[in-house]
């Protein structure tokens, strides 16, 4: 690894980008990964045919250049979400990682600076760092809540080009109320701030949280962000996607690379947004496991975070790192997000929750 490292430093590498890390968590071939927030129900019969029909209708015409506006997906997006949108305030990438990239790339830059509030995604100080953007990190209270007093003084403080407020947070699971989103785009008014609210867990939240989608009539510098990946059970095939104003479409249209969404791509979203009441199914088996991991984690002693998302995050062991290795031992994988007590877990299967929580059990009581 040092020899490796040593030939990555006689590159000409840029100088901000030495030293930094790439994003990942651990791949290891164990029975059961509850460690990246995949939805492990995968994805069901009924969708697989239609996704393998609608590639191969494609698969002839692979010699040409996809639709570069991919209409018809977002004409679909639109329809998903809802709350008014049309097509020309949707727009869609390879993951919402790239959608977050072009943001940036858009909206921020050398000399420019984005604001996000540790902890949350740890993607969003790499794609600072990989688009020159300057990072800065805003503070949260001690129990990781943020309230709209201190994220606008945080804002006004700042005065940052770019705002990201992650909801559901990842790690901690938990939704932004409305106020904190409403509050931050006033504070950014006089920076002229475009804010983002990364909604990558959104089809998990619990019953009558709100979305940022309904915020958007109005504030032309908001942004909603969601993906694919997770409600759709759709991880590998990379697709995310956002919501604002015309305008910031276009704006993205001046960052994108040619034809960026592949026609593999698009026809396997569009299979699956026309047959998504068998994956909505499964959000709903998910979210059922989730709140049975909070209700056990509290039976054990733990402190489970109020959780939107396919996740759940908490606090409470001694020896987080310990208790990570004991349920590798059986195959169980979770994740270390670094924070001092805790561990997150990704809501699986019925199986696959119960032989967490028997483990975990079995761990604590030792």
Known sequence: MDDQLERLNSLPLRDDLRGQHPYGAPQLDVPIQLNVNENTYGVP???QEAIVEAVRAVAGGLN????REFTELREALAEYLGHGLSAEQLWAANGSNEVLQQLLQAFGGPGRAVLSFPPT???????AS???TAYLRGERSADF???PESAAAQVREHAPNIVILCSPNNPTGTALGLDVVEAVYEAGEASQSIVIVDEAYAEFAQAGTS???TLLPGRPRLVVTRTMSKAFALAGARLGYLAAAPEVIDALRLVR???HLSAVTQATALAALRHRDSLMAEVEAIKAQRDRIVRELIRLGLTPAASDSNFVFVTGFE???AVWRGLLEVGVLVRDVGIPGSLRVTAGTEAETTAFLTRLEELLAH
């Open 45 to 47: 019969a009924d969708v």
């Open 64 to 67: 040409r250049y996809p639709d």
């Open 121 to 127: 995604y740890s993607m969003y100080p790499l794609l």
């Open 130 to 132: 990989g688009t020159g």
């Open 145 to 147: 809540s943020l309230s």
């Open 211 to 213: 979305t940022a989608l």
């Open 257 to 259: 690379l040619p034809y």
């Open 319 to 321: 020896d987080p790192q």
